[in-house]
């Protein structure tokens, strides 16, 4: 990306800043962005900024990726490339991260109760109660922590901690998401506590593919089955609604969905090759890939 790229993405970045009313601290807070990072990508002064950082900010300021980097090839981001068409009318498929592409992390709840001493239940209701919140945004992981040590009796607790530790890949699913992404748009739609998709991704606990949409629950302020989040991922796939797929472990969450005219499918963690194998089946292609070697 040559300079004039880079000043093109960080002058499209300021005005669709300004034009959503937030000044640059509002808009680093929201999107848990350092101060120092955004007026460098405002300014020009970085090269090909993450596309992460720049999704993050997409989501804030409530608009699309593809708007965001204005279709430029030379901003260092890979656009969304055009993509099929499933037989019942998918083109894009958003994957539940937690008890989908990584096992739940009862686990951490479990390896907690043995730290601490307390009851498994009582730790699962310090836990709980203030769960909502952090996957909304509305509390920073150092107030969390802070809130759930409090509950415990503890001097300290360092839940990412214990998350990351907890969690395991599923490497039938780790497949299937490589898979999809070379046939249709793919992204993440997840309720999560602030960091924790970045801190997985820097691990490669997700699999490592250019997602053209993630919806952090604790960088848009909403989480599932909120209408609102759905409306936000809507938005960032840029899709039809009954154009979108959600793989998801809750029936809730998959019920909300389908009310707005999303397709879904409920993915089993106890038969992660049975569902994989159920997704590849709603995916097929109405025309196949080319090969490769023609």
Not at 48 to 75: C, M, R, Y
Not at 117 to 137: K, Y
Request: proline share 3%; aromatic share 8%.
């Amino acid at each position: 990306m040559n300079m004039q790229g880079e000043k093109r993405l960080g002058k499209r970045l300021q005005d669709a800043r300004q034009a959503a009313g937030l000044t640059q601290q509002v808009l680093c807070q929201k999107a848990n962005l350092s101060y120092s990072t955004l007026t460098k990508i405002e300014r020009g002064a970085i090269k090909s900024p993450s596309i992460f950082t720049i999704q993050s900010i997409a989501n804030v300021l409530g608009i699309s990726l593809d708007k965001l980097i204005g279709g430029t090839e030379e901003q260092g981001i890979t656009k969304p490339k055009k993509r099929l068409r499933s037989k019942s009318g998918i083109s894009f498929v958003y994957f539940d991260i937690n008890g989908c592409l990584v096992q739940f992390y009862h686990r951490a709840l479990t390896q907690l109760a043995h730290d601490s001493g307390q009851s498994a239940d009582v730790v699962e209701s310090a836990f709980w109660h203030n769960n909502d919140a952090a996957c909304r945004g509305e509390m920073s992981m150092a107030e969390f922590n802070a809130a759930l040590a409090e509950r415990l009796q503890l001097k300290s607790v360092d839940w990412k901690t214990y998350y990351l530790d907890a969690i395991e890949t599923m490497p039938e699913m780790h497949e299937l998401v490589n898979w999809a992404s070379e046939r249709y748009g793919v992204g993440l739609l997840t309720n999560i506590m602030p960091g924790m998709v970045d801190a997985m991704l820097e691990r490669g606990l997700l699999p490592n593919i250019s997602y053209d949409s993630i919806v952090d629950s604790s960088k848009v302020h909403a989480i599932k089955p909120e209408e609102k989040i759905y409306e936000i991922a809507n938005k960032q796939a840029a899709q039809a609604p009954e154009e979108i797929l959600l793989v998801d472990d809750s029936r809730t969450n998959l019920m909300a969905a389908d009310r707005l005219g999303w397709h879904v499918l409920w993915f089993d963690d106890y038969r992660p090759e049975e569902s994989c194998e159920r997704i590849k089946q709603a995916l097929e292609p109405v025309e196949s890939i080319p090969s490769k070697e023609n």
